[in-house]
């Protein structure tokens, strides 16, 4: 490496200590229309935020929300499964399935899917992350906290952009930008990528790689200063995914190891999204309005092979359409200087979600899931003669499930923060209303005999619909207090979060199962207690219960010295009706979120910055003790256990020097090295199975020319081995392994 510099060194003329030169593109001044529309600025910080700019996110190469876990103090988002796959966990919450704790916003528009969460990003201009309860201002799903992200304007900047990126893993991705602004009143960009991954894991049993894919999208924004008052900003934007995945290694815990991933049928992800947001703004004497109206669409597909083994146990697949429609209206005070800072808003929403999950047996699914519960339960009876049993005469069978759901709500909030001397003190109020239902239709056919009494194939139709409805009001207040000095602000704040409640439809085809049981049992006048019982036998059951908490918060944001700032808070929360993921007990085919009692997490984040001329530290470091405090599932009690999937323990640190030169070839040599840890993580709620503390260590040199920027590039250089998920299928165990050794080069090039 020294021998490198040297060389460049040669080659780009005697190097001087300047200060780096401004970036047109990565420091623009520019921001009124790009700003956020409940962006508090000066108004308060008394939130924990991380924030990264274009210039960052470029810099470490990040290219999905997944990239930013570990950047950020105690946030997680572990890369497994497919793009369907966004279980997020910040300050030791979250959840697996359905309902994220973290809400995303891009350009203010908010995603009401999280299974759009994992989309590519470029030409990404800053990503802010709000760390504990935002409901206040920010509303659905946001107990954990809420994710704005602002893509580049083509007012703020002009010209063509364009990035491509290889890595060792025969992956790459690419995209291409132009920003133009015709007028002084009129800016419009259009931008597209492409991403090839071409996987780290291979399916032993097809030879081909498990994990690999393609995706592709495209985004064109126009905004309008439609005179000194009024501005109009629209994107229209879409994206088709189709990848693999769920590299699942079957676990055998009687001596702790792990099979190589291996299964005989199609696990896919097929998605098509498109969302089109149209934000207008109105910048009055006293007062500032904004509407924001936007139109989503998600189309996708799920494939697996349920029991990720070569058995031809049963396989799944999920088809969803959700067309989704939110209009937010803001209204906030003009002067900025005012002492009374106050913001006021209606947000509503309405989504219809069509969904069919049909769910498909084949031979040894029927062998082991149907005949083998059946016969127990018929040799239990003690009524008939050794030997006596149900015989099934097909290899495959389906059971069929679809699901209407649609979802309405409305919300009302108010933010007002007075400036009395130092002192800021803030509170706000949100009123939310939300309505959701559930239609549906579970059905199958099963041709079977009793060897005993019948002679023939008999086929027994069962069918399960309905309708589940639920209804959901929260209060979530919200105050703060900060201080503000010379060389930062110190504050406290207590807040209410609040997830939305819903129901499982992955459990149908279990109850579908005990419904089939129960109906060849009647059919043959067999009546025994509890042959086919199961918990799980309602509708009802499929419901759960909104999660609730209260956050309280202390923190501060320092800059005590030139180059230097501090952040650092300290939290406690308490959750209620903890929404928790479960598998109903024995070979069973769903999972299910349930509800525990009552659970509490408490902790710390730090993050520190040093800038020295050419020298960038960077150190992030989050602790998370989250345990239940009662939470008994009716076969084990686990209060006191510690919350699974959730870190313990994040860090982050990262070494960049930037040597500057006079020279117009080679403008800028950077160095960085980085290092990320994580752990321990629980996996399951008796805490018998963890992954400990692991590192990931990543380097990278960038060359920047006038127009162009080279990166060399490496993650998880000492090819750590870790695990990223764990989970139960029909009696079996399994895990997901973390990225392995990667390199790579990446060109961007700004003219």
């Not at 010209?159 to 025969?170: D, I, K, L, N, Q």
Request: hydrophobic share 35%.
């Amino acid at each position: 490496m020294k021998a490198l510099i040297a060389t460049l060194s040669l080659l780009t003329a005697e190097p001087t200590t300047v200060v780096e030169p401004t970036d047109t593109l990565l420091n623009i001044d520019r921001v009124e229309i790009t700003a956020s529309l409940k962006n508090e600025g000066q108004h308060s910080r008394a939130v924990a935020m991380s924030a990264l700019s274009m210039q960052r996110l470029e810099q470490r190469g990040i290219g999905s929300i997944k990239d930013v876990s570990l950047v950020a103090p105690n946030f997680y988002q572990p890369d497994y499964g497919s793009s369907i796959t966004s279980s997020i966990y910040v300050r030791g919450f979250g959840s697996r399935i359905d309902q994220p704790v973290v809400g995303v916003t891009i350009d203010d528009v908010p995603m009401m899917n999280k299974n759009t969460y994992d989309f590519d990003f470029y030409d990404i201009r800053r990503v802010e992350l709000l760390r504990g309860p935002q409901g206040t201002l920010y509303g659905r799903n946001t107990s954990g906290g809420v994710m704005n992200i602002t893509t580049l304007s083509p007012l703020a900047w002009q010209g063509v952009r364009a990035m491509a990126e290889y890595a060792t893993t025969t992956s790459y991705r690419t995209s291409a930008a132009y920003y133009s602004k015709p007028t002084e009143q009129f800016g419009v960009s259009l931008s597209a990528g492409f991403n090839h991954d071409g996987g780290y894991f291979r399916n032993e049993y097809s030879g081909e790689m498990c994990d690999r894919g393609n995706s592709l999208s495209a985004r064109l924004r126009m905004q309008w200063l439609l005179n000194r008052r009024w501005s109009l900003d629209n994107t229209l934007s879409a994206g088709y995914t189709s990848e693999g995945g769920y590299a699942y290694h079957h676990y055998l815990p009687a001596n702790a190891t792990y099979e190589p991933v291996a299964y005989n049928d199609e696990s896919s992800y097929k998605r098509l999204t498109i969302n089109e947001g149209l934000t207008a703004k109105y910048e009055g004497r006293n007062i500032r309005l904004s509407t924001v109206t936007s139109y989503q669409l998600l189309d996708d597909h799920m494939t697996l092979d349920q029991d990720f083994t070569p058995k031809s146990m049963f396989t799944l697949e999920q088809m969803q359409r959700e067309h989704a429609i939110t209009e937010e209206v803001v209204i906030r005070n003009a002067d900025d200087t005012s002492r009374w800072q106050w913001i006021s808003g209606l947000f509503a929403f309405a989504k219809w979600l069509d969904m069919s999950s049909p769910v498909t047996f084949k031979r040894d699914g029927i062998e082991e899931l149907i005949l083998e519960n059946a016969n127990k339960g018929i040799a239990s009876s003690g009524m008939f003669a050794e030997g006596a049993g149900i015989e099934i005469n097909t290899d495959k069978f389906l059971i069929a499930s679809d699901f209407r759901i649609p979802t309405y709500g409305v919300a009302l909030y108010h933010q007002s923060s007075v400036a009395l001397g130092a002192w800021l003190l803030s509170a706000g109020i949100r009123f939310d209303l939300e309505h959701t239902s559930m239609h549906y239709d579970s059905r199958g056919t099963l041709p079977f005999r009793f060897n005993v009494t019948m002679d023939d194939f008999v086929d027994i139709e069962t069918r399960f619909n309905g309708c589940e409805r639920q209804t959901f009001f929260e209060i979530l207040p919200k105050l703060s207090a900060e201080y503000r000095t010379s060389a930062g602000t110190l504050y406290a704040t207590i807040a209410r979060g609040y997830k939305t409640g819903g129901f499982n439809t992955q459990i149908f085809s279990d109850i579908l199962q005990v419904k089939m049981m129960n109906d060849m049992f009647d059919f043959l006048g067999i009546n025994f207690d509890n042959a086919t019982s199961t918990s799980y036998d309602t509708a009802s059951a499929t419901r759960y219960k909104p999660e609730t908490s209260w956050n309280f918060e202390l923190g501060t944001h320092l800059q005590p010295a030139r180059g230097l700032s501090l952040d650092a808070a300290a939290y406690w929360i308490e959750c209620f009706n903890q929404q928790v993921t479960v598998l109903p007990q024995g070979k069973n085919t769903g999972r299910m979120m349930s509800n525990a009692a009552r659970a509490r997490s408490f902790g710390v984040e730090l993050s520190a910055e040093y800038n020295y001329r050419g020298l960038m530290l960077r150190g992030d470091y989050g602790y998370t003790n989250a345990r239940f405090r009662i939470y008994d599932d009716g076969t084990a009690n686990y209060s006191g256990k510690v919350l699974p999937y959730a870190p313990q323990n994040t860090i982050s640190t990262i070494v960049a020097y930037t040597w500057h030169t006079s020279n117009p070839i080679i403008q800028a040599v950077t160095l960085m090295a980085d290092w990320r840890g994580v752990g321990a993580i629980y996996w399951n709620e008796a805490n018998t199975l963890r992954q400990p503390f692991y590192s990931l260590v990543g380097a990278q040199l960038m060359l920047r020319f006038k127009h162009v920027d080279l990166t060399l590039w490496g993650r998880n250089i000492a090819n750590s081995g870790y695990d990223t998920f764990y989970f139960k299928s029909v009696g079996e165990e399994f895990f997901s392994k973390g990225a392995p050794r990667n390199f790579g080069v990446r060109l961007n090039i700004n003219i």
